[in-house]
């Protein structure tokens, strides 16, 4: 019997499952993984760490794994990929596969099929494959590039919004600063502000629960970014319907990462601003785990 391991190596959060050519057997999570963002040393922590969990849960040895597939951000990176494989191979046993974080989330949703992937975790991006197999993404180029409607731009854009705000409104102070504050453990506007502009930069998607709790409370600035997010993915989404698939046709479109999954408003305003403009558009209400489409991908590789 094979065992197989899928690892979804993300910004803020690794997830591991391990599994035989049929089954899941065990999981794991960990904080994030990903080499570009964080560093060697902590991404081998975290992968060690999801790994473990997960070998334990399935009462299995590393030793035992016969193929590790692998998918973050910076994979189509020589020098990153091979770092990966190298931290990989100091922890299993068997052939590791290193992709991209899009690539095992289509999977996940479509399988060897066509449809399109909208990923929002720490980034954003789109990904979608037609019936001819051919690809296409849009987004995904980095924080100081382009990562709308990402956890990393809300956190970000909640900053702005409430600096802006107190230009606009110097003696009031919004739930949204509040919460933020409180997210940093923060006392004061003015900490926030060095915080913010800090060298090097703060996790700014630490605070999308705190930008979500004071949408929750009904604050304007929080549902305002909130709702750009939605609108923002799903022009993601529309970038590549629209250069990948022919007027008319069917097209389904599925979901993956903590945005997506905590924010009611944001799949919201993205299913109606995506279907207002492609009616034919399918859109699956599931949250995709991507990490399955690892396992996936694990498995069909050592059939290869």
Known sequence: MGIFLGIDGGGTKTSCVIGDETSVLGSGTAAGSN????????????LAA????????????????QRTCVGLAGAGRPE??????????????????????????????FGSGAGVMVIAGTGSMAYGRD???NTLRAGGWGFSVFDEGSGHWIGRSAIAAIMRDYDENAEEESVLLDHVKKSWTLSTREQL??????????????LLPA???AAD???ALARSILTQAGTELARLAKIVIRRLFSDGE???????????????????VFYNSLRSEYPNCSVNPTIIEAVRGALDLARKAAKV
């Open 250 to 268: 069917k097209v389904l479109v599925a979901m993956s990462g903590g945005v997506f999954s905590n924010c009611a408003l944001v799949r919201q």
């Open 50 to 65: 999801a790994i473990g969990q997960a070998c334990a849960a399935a009462n299995i040895k590393p030793t035992q794994i």
């Open 80 to 109: 990153i990929s091979n770092l990966v494989r190298r931290l990989l191979a100091e922890l299993v046993s068997g052939e590791s596969e290193v992709v991209g974080d899009m690539v095992i989330a289509l999977q996940a949703a």
């Open 211 to 213: 930008v979500l709790s």
């Open 35 to 46: 080499v570009i963002r964080l560093g060697e040393a902590k991404a081998r922590e975290a």
């Open 217 to 219: 409370s009904g604050d």
């Open 193 to 206: 502000v060095l915080a913010a502009n800090a060298s090097p930069s703060p996790d700014f998607s630490a």
């Open 131 to 133: 019936s001819s197999g």
